[in-house]
Each structure stands twice: as structure tokens, then as C-alpha cells.
């Protein structure tokens, strides 16, 4: 069964720093997605990595894969306020690249 | 583009009652997840369609829970009767194509509805 964990699960992150997440997986799988949730919000994608080695970057955030480790990180920049959220790894399943199997979440509190 | 539709947004009802919640998902779609999302978890995937098949339903309470995707469109889940355990945001999401190309697969979520049973 394929397992998926975050961390941290909670992040109290100050302004103008730098700050890491983790996302560790079991079993093989090439394709890792990260998804940002706000309070009673939806999950809005954020990242789709598709390739070992793979890196993505939009504004504060950056996102890797590597597959042989079966780690993927979520690296922030520059911590803003607007960043408050909790983010989501999620990997697709060997079966159906489709299926999704999230980890628990890290919520983010980004504080002057 | 629009996104995935879901009805109702919010929902209370009592235990043992039954509820039912609607998804309508991107054009052009052929896949549709149902995720149950408990308060403070990641989403836990309930069940897929391919187009208007079942693909996987294991982790579906069969006994409770009930799913539909007429015409390989539009969606429904069904909870009768309801538990106390059973609140949660139902999240239905769509993709391109589970099967496909690795660009296919990413899943969009619609807004969820959230329940709570009492």
C-alpha cells in the first residue's frame, strides 16, 4: 500500500525566511503533485511533477522530485503572509496515474 | 474554462438520514474522483469512474455510501443512512484522463460540499 508523509505537519514560519517541506513515499511512482488549501477553500494545484529530477519554480516557491529517493520537497523563499495555507503533497498511483494518495498536509502560518 | 461544479455547498443533517451530493465535472473529462477530506486530513480517494464505469470502489463503504456517474458526465454520491463519521468535505475532482499521457492526469477539485452529521 502505498504510504505518503509530510513534514512537519505544522510550520510557524516568520517573514523574509526560508523554510522546507518533505514529502516521502513508498513505493514507486513518477508523478507528484503539490496542492495549496486555504481555510474552507478547495485544493488548487500547484505543482505537477512528472520526471525524476524534475524542479518547478512560481514566484516564492520551488518544487523537486526525486524519484530514487522517493522524496519530493517544497522549498519557500522569502516567507509573505499571503503564503498562510496548508499544502498538500500528493502522489499518483502505479495503477492509475490518476488515483491520488495525499499525505496528511502541513499547515503553514506565516507571521511578521 | 470552467471548473468542476458540486452541489450542495453545505449540508447538516441528523444520523440515520440520507444525503446526496452532485458533481459536474470539467468538459471533456473522462475521469471523476470522489474524495472524502476529514478535518484536519489529506483527501482519502472514495471511488473512480472512467467515463461512465467504475474503475475503483475499494475504498468505498458499500454498505452506506452509493455512487453514479450517468452518461459519463455528471455525478452523484449518496449516503444512507448517514453516521456521525461521515462528516467531512466531499471533494469530487476531474481529469483529462487517468490512462493516459503523463499531462492527462492531473486532477482539478471542485469546491466540496461539506457535511456535517448530528
Known amino acids: 500500500e502505498l504510504k505518503v508523509e509530510q513534514n512537519p505537519l505544522f510550520l510557524s514560519m516568520q517573514e523574509g525566511k526560508n523554510y522546507t517541506i518533505y514529502c516521502n513515499y513508498s513505493?514507486?511512482?513518477?508523478?507528484l503533485y503539490w496542492y495549496r488549501q486555504d481555510p474552507g477553500k478547495s485544493l488548487e494545484s500547484l505543482f505537477v511533477?512528472?520526471?525524476?529530477?524534475a524542479v518547478k519554480q512560481e514566484g516564492r516557491l520551488m518544487a523537486s522530485l526525486d524519484t530514487k529517493a522517493r522524496l519530493s520537497t517544497l522549498h519557500i523563499t522569502a516567507a509573505v503572509h499571503d503564503l498562510s495555507a496548508t499544502y498538500f503533497c500528493?502522489?499518483?498511483?502505479?495503477?492509475?496515474?490518476?488515483?491520488?494518495?495525499f499525505g496528511a498536509g502541513t499547515q503553514v502560518v506565516v507571521t511578521p | 474554462e470552467a471548473g468542476v461544479a458540486q452541489s450542495p455547498r453545505y449540508k447538516i443533517i441528523e444520523k440515520r438520514q440520507s444525503v446526496a451530493f452532485w458533481c459536474n465535472p470539467i468538459s471533456g473529462h473522462a475521469t471523476l474522483y470522489w474524495y472524502q477530506q476529514i478535518l484536519g486530513q489529506g483527501p482519502k480517494l472514495l471511488i473512480q469512474f472512467q467515463n461512465n464505469g467504475v474503475v475503483d470502489d475499494s475504498q468505498l463503504p458499500k454498505d452506506r455510501f452509493s455512487a453514479e456517474r450517468l452518461k459519463g458526465v455528471d455525478s452523484t454520491l449518496k449516503i444512507q443512512p448517514a453516521k456521525l463519521e461521515d462528516s467531512a468535505v466531499y471533494l469530487c475532482a476531474s481529469s483529462l484522463d487517468a490512462y493516459g499521457g503523463k499531462g492527462n492526469t492531473e486532477a482539478f477539485f471542485g469546491q466540496g460540499t461539506r457535511l456535517t452529521v448530528v
Open positions: 500528493a502522489v499518483g498511483r502505479t495503477d492509475s496515474w490518476g488515483k491520488l494518495q
Open positions: 513505493t514507486t511512482s513518477d508523478r
Open positions: 511533477l512528472l520526471s525524476n529530477g
